[in-house]
């Protein structure tokens, strides 16, 4: 069963336009989540995290949302570029095991000049 | 700093071999967690070793194995090798307390015929 699951695989944006990458888990038990962009031919890299006692953090041009009661997070990237374009993935951790990720299956995003 | 290296980065195997995969983490960095990414399944986490230890395990058969040395270099091995095997093999590594904001290795292609 997938616990962590990203039902868009794919998302067009314009440039200078807002993306907003949704995410939504099962496990109550998470505690944790996190965001990693993956180019072609790298390994994921992280971008932005949240804990579960927040419902808001923002870096810059990166947000991510929590939602608990609904147990959905999401990414929004203002305004998005086109080396933004990756596949974006949301991972999640249970307390005491930080390094433990689950992760979703990704949605890649295509920035358009 | 110098990032997180993985080798090999190809790899060809046949059916019931083994392979060993190396990885160095960042420096002073303790803990290093395997994932293995295949089309079907995602980003699985295997496996996280800290001091030598392992911490945490994911929901793989025990063919897949791993260790840790003193200077936190890890290699992880996978003995009677399946043609479901062939995946992306990523390394991750991170500092005490940092709660999933790993650093990812480019990653060892291992391809199982």
């Known amino acids: 069963d997938q616990q962590v699951k990203q039902n868009s695989p794919s998302l067009s944006v314009q440039e200078g336009r807002i993306s907003i990458l949704n995410c939504d888990y099962t496990n109550s038990m998470f505690d944790y989540f996190l965001w990693y962009k993956k180019y072609p031919a790298e390994g994921p890299t992280f971008l932005i995290s949240?804990?579960?006692?927040?419902d808001k953090n923002e870096d810059g041009r990166f947000t991510v949302f929590l939602n608990k009661s609904a147990k959905h997070l999401s990414l929004h990237i203002v305004p998005s570029q086109p080396g933004d374009s990756a596949v974006y993935f949301c991972?999640?951790?249970?307390?005491?095991?930080?390094?433990?990720?689950?992760f979703g299956g990704g949605t890649r995003l295509m920035v358009k000049p | 700093k110098a990032g997180v290296t993985q080798t090999p980065r190809y790899l060809i195997k046949t059916r019931g071999q083994q392979v060993t995969l190396s990885c160095s983490p960042i420096?002073?960095?303790?803990?290093v967690s395997w994932y293995q990414q295949t089309p079907g399944q995602g980003l699985q986490f295997l496996f996280e070793y800290f001091s030598e230890t392992q911490r945490n395990k994911g929901n793989f058969p025990g063919r897949f194995s791993g260790r840790q040395f003193s200077n936190s270099r890890s290699e992880m091995n996978v003995s009677t090798l399946e043609l479901g095997d062939s995946a992306l093999y990523l390394c991750?590594?991170?500092?005490?307390?940092?709660?999933?904001?790993?650093?990812f290795g480019p990653g060892t292609r291992l391809t199982v015929t």
């Open positions: 420096s002073g960095h303790r803990s």
């Open positions: 991750a590594s991170s500092q005490p307390g940092g709660f999933g904001e790993q650093y």
């Open positions: 949240i804990s579960s006692i927040k």
């Open positions: 991972a999640a951790s249970p307390p005491t095991a930080g390094n433990m990720l689950t």
